[in-house]
């Protein structure tokens, strides 16, 4: 009896499932075969942005009963963290390629390092000289002291949303999120898939988070210049 086979296959969010439908001249057997299946992320998935609201004082003291001169720069700042999958291997990732198991399916491994994207972007800024020496040039003596100080603060900005313990488990749950797209799921619709999975660098952004506990750290600040 002729037999013809139909594949279908289903794409959604980088997950591939195949559908298998063996169909016969008066009747039809209906197989499903499903897969766990590579992503087809080939880039960086950005998991988190932060903008925050920075700012540097620039302070010259003046001598004797002089005011000091005060420069006050303000900048809104937007920076992303997230994970480079170019060139990973998601083979490396235990259970993908494997048949979903009627029992659960776990999947379990090591991720990309998670990082900071770039170095960020200042989106606005002013800056203003709100106290002044006489006969001194603040905005011409005084901003390239702030300028100079802004990079310090924006790559302080970035380090404190890497390490983030939310962040971090946030980004899990996104790569999570993307390696359940054609899972089976239950009846309340959620997938049966669990995972174990980690970045490369997490161990190490962990115990950072833990040695930072309780400490206040603040990015900015005030800069002293010589007196006059």
């Given at each position: 009896m002729e037999r013809i086979l139909i594949v279908v296959l289903g794409i959604a969010l980088g997950g591939l499932g195949f559908y298998v439908y063996d169909l016969k001249q008066n009747d039809m057997d209906v197989g499903l075969v499903a897969t766990v299946q590579k992503p087809t992320l080939k880039s960086v998935?950005?998991?988190?942005?932060?903008?925050?609201?920075?700012?540097v004082i620039v302070v010259k003291e003046g001598l004797g009963t002089s005011n000091n001169a005060v420069f006050l720069m303000q900048w809104i700042y937007k920076s992303h963290v997230g994970i480079d999958f170019t060139g990973f291997d998601w083979d490396a990732i235990d259970g993908v390629g494997e048949?979903?198991?009627p029992d659960g399916t776990h999947l379990s491994g090591t991720l990309p390092a998670l990082k900071v994207l770039g170095v960020g972007e200042v989106i606005s800024e002013t800056d203003k000289a709100v106290s002044k020496i006489a006969l001194y040039d603040e905005e011409k003596n005084m901003?390239?002291?702030?300028?100079?100080?802004?990079?310090?603060v924006n790559a302080c900005t970035r380090d404190l949303l890497l390490y983030d313990a939310e962040v971090i488990d946030h980004a899990k749950a996104a790569v999570e999120e993307l390696l359940s797209v054609g899972a089976p799921t239950d009846a309340n619709?959620?997938?049966?898939?669990?995972?174990d999975l980690t970045f490369k660098n997490e161990a190490a952004l962990r115990t950072e988070i833990a040695n930072r506990a309780g400490k206040d750290?603040?990015?900015?600040?005030?800069?002293?210049?010589?007196?006059?």
């Open positions: 998935l950005q998991v988190a942005e932060n903008r925050s609201a920075n700012s048949p979903y198991s901003r390239p002291v702030a300028k100079a100080r802004q990079d310090e619709g959620v997938p049966q898939i669990t995972f750290i603040v990015c900015g600040g005030a800069v002293y210049m010589d007196a006059e």
